[in-house]
């Protein structure tokens, strides 16, 4: 068997092991989903929102095609989380719940609650299939088997990890996981990079445009920003585990970590493109960019180097599933359905929704394989995140943001942004001006929406 098999194997049956482990201190619905944590298990879970697939494969497509600026990614994420840190994490802990729907009907009511739930729903899965397609075909390239049986694999991996020991799981194998990724793409850079004389190589080898922190343009960058700051106040995955945190204090430090934990990941992998530009300059594309590094690396440093990629995979997926899980039980189940539902019952409900959404990501997985509709709905995903906090935002500073005006703005917004996509999808350009994304429409119509539907369907009196 291959060294590169070896490890990777080693490494996910490692995982594995370790989420079992956690599941003596996941017995109740609250340990489940998090409760009492301390800074590092909070800054380990909440990285697995921000540094998946699209932070190491993707960025190094970025820094093959565009050079260092394709560090936006991680450094946008960044950014929205010291926001959150510092203007959001103390008046969400006051809010006393454990998700961000339930953050949402303090300001708004209950039935926006549902709706806001069934979209964030929506987002986790989008996320979560993307995830799940990134590590089945992962799995094809190690172990040489077909991408059905790779995704089925792994999946079922993350699956019983998660199910085992909750939000106490996803610290554990977190806290591994980030070692294993930053020592991954450390090691990865320092091989690549020796024989080409290092960043001094890179600069004399490389047009000076990727140096430029502005090349890959203004537009995406601060579409970036925006989407991101937007996101990260109601991203589930990123901000359950500063709602479970041991009290405010944790909460806010911890968000401050994760931001700087998060900030240098798209740096190094941002390098490993731009070292791959170097050293294999006719690749077909930059997608191929790091993917063509390890296949000409040492076999064990190129098995540490795909576990560090599995890595950010594993660390992406469960918190996902694990959030979904979350807001069908509290929102909707526990809320909505079965108020008197015994910690048992929740527990039970809990680890079946979350299996759920898992199996739901591998079935989709497998059948938009190959297809760009699964990029599709992820930027459709991302929109309705970000136009979900425009409607907070409101709900929190405008006092006469009603419940009808916020459901009428969420599912317009979510109507304007599919269709943003689905035209962009087959036109090639958005609609009105090429320009203007789904970002950008996202949060100008959600804006509008609210306030126009709030002035039309005015706060009834039991609201206020």
Avoid at 382 to 399: C, D, M, Q
Wanted: proline content about 3%; hydrophobic content about 55%; charged content about 10%.
């Amino acid at each position: 068997m291959p060294a590169q098999v070896i490890i990777v194997l080693g490494y996910l049956i490692a995982t594995v092991i370790l989420g079992i482990i956690a599941k003596k201190n996941a017995g109740s619905p609250r340990a489940f989903h998090g409760s009492g944590l301390g800074v590092i298990m909070c800054v380990a879970a909440g990285t697995g929102e921000w540094l998946g697939g699209t932070s190491t494969t993707g960025v190094s497509e970025y820094g093959y095609d565009f050079g260092i600026s394709g560090a936006w990614y991680t450094l946008a994420n960044s950014l929205g989380i010291i926001v959150l840190a510092f203007l959001f994490a103390e008046l969400y802990r006051s809010l006393e719940t454990v998700t961000v729907p339930g953050i949402i009907e303090k300001y708004t009511g209950i039935d926006a609650r549902l709706v806001s739930s069934l979209l964030l729903t929506f987002v986790m899965i989008a996320v979560g299939t993307s995830q799940i397609v990134a590590a089945g075909t992962l799995g094809t390239a190690i172990f040489e088997i077909d991408y059905i049986p790779a995704v089925l694999i792994m999946g079922t991996g993350f699956i019983i990890y998660t199910l085992a020991g909750g939000m106490v799981a996803v610290g554990y194998t977190n806290v591994m996981h980030l070692i294993v990724m930053y020592g991954g793409v450390i090691l990865a850079i320092f091989l690549a990079a020796t024989d080409i004389g290092g960043i001094a190589g890179l600069k004399s080898q490389l047009p000076e445009s990727y140096f430029d922190m502005t090349a890959i343009g203004l537009p995406k960058v601060s579409s970036w920003i925006i989407a991101s700051i937007l996101g990260a106040c109601t991203a589930q995955a990123g901000i359950q585990p500063i709602l479970a945190a041991r009290d405010v204090k944790v909460a806010k430090k911890s968000a401050i970590l994760t931001a700087f934990v998060v900030a240098p990941f798209g740096i190094l992998t941002a390098l490993l493109g731009m070292t791959a530009k170097v050293k294999f300059p006719d690749l077909a594309n930059g997608k191929l960019a790091l993917p063509t590094l390890l296949v000409n690396m040492n076999p064990v440093a190129g098995g540490i180097i795909l576990a560090s990629i599995l890595a950010a995979v594993l660390s992406t997926i469960s918190p996902i599933i694990l959030a979904a899980g979350t807001m069908i039980t509290n929102d909707i189940y526990k809320r909505r359905i079965k108020p008197d539902a015994t910690d048992k019952k929740a527990l039970f409900v809990s680890r079946l929704t979350t299996a759920i959404a898992g199996i739901l990501c591998m079935v989709i997985a497998i059948l938009l394989y190959d297809s760009s509709r699964i990029l599709d709905m992820v930027y459709f995903a991302y929109t309705l995140r970000g136009s979900l906090f425009v409607v907070l935002l409101l709900g929190i500073f405008w006092s006469k943001t009603s419940e009808k005006g916020a459901i009428i703005a969420m599912i317009v917004t979510a109507s304007t942004g599919l269709f943003w996509v689905t035209y962009k999808a087959i036109s090639g350009t958005y609609p009105i001006h090429p320009q203007l994304n789904e970002t950008y429409i996202s949060v100008l119509v959600a804006l509008v929406t609210t306030v126009v539907s709030s002035l039309l369907f005015k706060k009834d009196l039991k609201e206020i």
